[in-house]
């Protein structure tokens, strides 16, 4: 199985300010048809979480443009130009290059 | 508006089984994979079942192998999880959540699984 690692598991940060978390995989996530399908999610307090990108950096719908997602290999990073009370939460990376799917262990944005 | 919507959580003794459902609205179910994840109180994600669009390709976390049965119905725009021989490691909330490899986009609420003696 592809092990995902986040680092920081806790991101303490200040409004206005940026952040940062990273994402590495066991084994690259290229897949066999070129693409990398490493996504980023936002899970929020008492909810669901909600996809911010897929394929490292596609941002999803609705998704505000102070999120950027870069990366390639085993190595991906999520940032936050600004970061805003609303981005509290905790942030997860995902494979879905190989089954079994997996996701990073969690890091969590608190202001 | 995308909906998911998932029912059939409870209290389970070890051992037992549930079936849980998913009937989602607002999309053509036909069009997209489904996944159940789970979630065990104050822990992180953890991917369970992948169905595809037709159903005719299924894969499972080795933690449910054997044990687990994900099922789609087409025609009712449901999913489903039938859950065998259940384990107190097994106590989480269980979402159903639409897509793969462009992402998993959309996710219910999540219905909660509690086992305990």
């Known amino acids: 199985d592809i092990v995902m690692t986040q680092t920081p598991l806790s991101s303490p940060v200040t409004l206005g300010q940026p952040a940062s978390i990273s994402c590495r995989s066991s084994q690259s996530l290229v897949h066999s048809d070129g693409n990398t399908y490493l996504s980023w999610l936002q899970q929020r307090p008492g909810q669901p979480p909600r996809l911010l990108f897929y394929k490292i950096s596609n941002r999803f719908s609705g998704v505000p443009d102070r999120f950027s997602g870069s990366g390639a290999g085993t190595e991906f990073t999520l940032q936050i130009n600004r970061v805003e009370a609303e981005d509290v939460g905790i942030y997860y990376c995902m494979q879905a290059t190989q089954f079994p799917y997996t996701f990073g262990q969690g890091t969590k944005l608190e202001i | 508006e995308v909906q998911l919507v998932e029912s059939g959580g409870g209290l389970v003794q070890p051992g037992g089984s549930l079936r849980l459902s998913c009937v989602v609205s607002?999309?053509?179910?036909?069009?997209?994979?489904m996944n159940w994840v789970r979630q065990a109180p104050g822990k992180g994600l953890e991917w369970v079942s992948y169905?595809?669009?037709?159903?005719?390709?299924?894969y499972y976390a080795d933690s449910v192998k054997g044990r687990f049965t994900i099922s789609r119905d087409n025609a009712r725009n449901s999913l489903h999880l039938q859950m065998n021989n259940l384990r107190v490691e097994d106590t989480a909330v269980y979402s159903c959540?639409?897509?793969?490899?462009?992402?998993?986009?959309?996710w219910g609420q999540g219905t909660l699984v509690t086992v305990s003696s």
């Open positions: 169905i595809s669009m037709s159903g005719a390709t299924i």
């Open positions: 607002g999309f053509t179910f036909t069009s997209y994979s």
């Open positions: 959540a639409r897509g793969a490899l462009a992402g998993i986009g959309y």
